[in-house]
């Protein structure tokens, strides 16, 4: 009798110490989790802020890049059987105050300076920052250019027919494909004399034309000026 006593205290007491075992455990592996849980989420949360400002600094630089030079235009040339050629695609017109790099030359439109090169029948005989002539060209002005392969008579010819066109404007131009070349807004052609029948069909096409962007803005009081 003293034996089963003894017997059932025992084993009651081996399952009480192993109820507090089991409890011991559930408490070690609650914090356990907890921490875990904790350590996870910071880390989730610090992965998070860097991963959003490595974005956002990522969009930063990216707009900041695309701003700066970038003349905003998109597409290419497109040359009709009179030898013009129009510019298929996108001609910005944001105002900036930086060099402005662009896809063509001369550049026949895009972002510009806020200033236009004076263009009320104007003969320079320096070149033109990019960046005036093209917004002259926005206010409608056809821009004759010229390299020094060009023969004298005909930079003369087309200096005078400029000096009696309203909304034009000339200038020597080193970076481009040919001695002489006509730009408006969108519009280019190449011709080969001063006498070249082109020259008086692009005067009466683009002067003003239905390209103009700004028809009847100022040609005068310019920054060249």
Known sequence: MGSAKNSNATRKARIEEMRRAERARERRSRVLTTVASAVVVGGLVVGGVVLVQSRSGDKQNTASDSAKGSSGDS???????????TWTGKLSRT??????????????????????????????????PDENAVHSLEHGALWVTYTGKAKKADVDALAAKVKKTPYSLMSPYENQAAPLVLSAWGHQVTVKSASDPEVDKFFAAYVQGRQTPEPGASCTGGVMK
């Open 75 to 85: 597409g290419r040339w497109a040359t009709g059987k009179d030898g013009v050629k």
């Open 95 to 128: 105002h900036v105050a930086t060099k402005v790099s662009y896809p063509m030359h001369p550049p026949v439109g895009g972002n510009h300076n806020p200033i236009w090169a004076d263009c009320n029948g104007d003969v320079y005989t320096k070149a033109l």
